[in-house]
T-cell receptor, first 112, second 115 residues
Framework: AQSVTQPDIHITVSEGASLELRCNYS??????LFWYVQSPGQGLQLLLK??????LVQGIKGFEAEFKRSQSSFNLRKPSVHWSDAAEYFC??????????FGGGTRVLVKP | GAGVSQSPSNKVTEKGKDVELRCDPI?????LYWYRQSLGQGLEFLIY????????KSGLPSDRFSAERTGGSVSTLTIQRTQQEDSAVYLC?????????????FGSGTRLTVV
């Protein structure tokens, strides 16, 4: 079955430090991959997406993600975290049929 | 509009009542989706509309759930005889047929509480 896994439920990072959120997928073929961010009481905002081509994808708010086929991973990174990055982050994959399968989310807490 | 609009933002209903949730997608987006976000189940696909094609209803959890999309634009998700397990945030999203263009754009959701 198609699945997306985010191994870390919570991550705490100091402001200014780097951040990496892990995402692993299990699909028959390489799916379209997305990272979304959700602030409390808000919907999902698209940070970046991978469809094909360059395996390093740049997104909004200074985020980037690297697609690694050999590891079935699509990890999200940011070199220097700001307090406003505290939120929940969701990795998602789309296979045939335009249906997104989401990971369980990683909640990021930023310490001053 | 500038984004995906959902109404109401919050809805409290009594068990057994019917509810209607509305989604107004981005103009020009021919695809529309409903997802449900709950503590126990995370984010789950419910239903997908693409243009005039028959919708993909494979994610609807029971026959109490239905959705329609009128005129290829606004969509209504209806839950009949609500149960407490229906309490969740219902998210609507829309997209161009080519998701490589802008991905999926989500609304802010409707928080449904069944008491």
């Amino acid at each position: 079955a198609q699945s997306v896994t985010q191994p870390d439920i919570h991550i705490t990072v100091s402001e200014g430090a780097s951040l990496e959120l892990r995402c692993n997928y299990s699909y028959g073929a390489t799916p379209y991959l997305f990272w979304y961010v959700q602030s409390p009481g808000q919907g999902l905002q698209l940070l970046l997406k991978y469809f094909s081509g360059d395996t390093l994808v740049q997104g909004i708010k200074g985020f980037e993600a690297e697609f690694k086929r050999s590891q079935s991973s699509f990890n999200l990174r940011k070199p220097s975290v700001h307090w406003s990055d505290a939120a929940e982050y969701f990795c998602a994959g789309e296979a045939a049929g335009n249906k997104l399968t989401f990971g369980g989310g990683t909640r990021v807490l930023v310490k001053p | 509009g500038a984004g995906v609009s959902q109404s109401p933002s919050n809805k409290v209903t009594e068990k057994g009542k019917d509810v209607e949730l509305r989604c107004d997608p981005i103009s020009g987006h021919t695809a529309l989706y409903w997802y449900r976000q709950s503590l126990g189940q995370g984010l789950e696909f419910l239903i997908y509309f693409q243009g005039n094609s028959a919708p993909d209803k494979s994610g609807l959890p029971s026959d109490r759930f239905s959705a329609e999309r009128t005129g290829g634009s606004v969509s209504t998700l209806t839950i009949q005889r609500t149960q407490q397990e229906d309490s969740a945030v219902y998210l609507c999203a829309s997209s161009y047929p080519d998701r490589g263009r802008d991905g999926y754009t989500f609304g802010s959701g409707t928080r449904l509480t069944v008491v």
